[in-house]
């Protein structure tokens, strides 16, 4: 949040758009702790997107899954999984077959049934 927020970096505000994206968008847990000497500690930890409890998927597949039942569109699932838009179409597709779901809105529904991963 400091960096984004520094004078050099509202010099360059495509830099600052970038620091933000990564803070908003859900990727990361912040905890935050102020010490009584003042000192403030900042801890990050990634929140990747998947499907927990789920071996059968692969890695990829359970992150466009991840996406999905967040309400990406497929396009933005492609450019966060640095694929082609066919391609998530095939991981989509791959996922509602070994999961046994009809529709992508089941995606949604079976990852909120999915236990949370701590």
């Known amino acids: ?16 758009l970038r620091l933000w994206r990564g803070l908003i968008s859900g990727r990361w847990t912040l905890v935050e702790a102020i010490e009584r000497d003042g ?7 990634p929140n990747a997107p998947h499907l927990p409890g789920r071996p059968m998927l692969t ?8 996406l999905t039942a967040l309400g990406h569109a497929q396009k933005l699932i ?29 995606i949604v529904a ?5 236990p949370v991963e701590s």
């Open 1 to 16: 949040m400091d960096r984004a927020r520094l004078k050099a970096t509202r010099q360059e505000p495509d830099t600052a």
């Open 39 to 45: 000192k403030r500690l900042l801890f990050a930890r």
């Open 59 to 66: 890695a990829t597949e359970r992150a466009a899954a991840g």
């Open 78 to 106: 492609a450019y966060e999984l640095g694929v082609s838009a066919p391609t998530v179409t095939k991981l989509i597709d791959n996922v509602l077959a070994k999961l046994g779901l009809a529709s992508r809105s089941e």
């Open 110 to 114: 079976a990852f909120a049934r999915s």
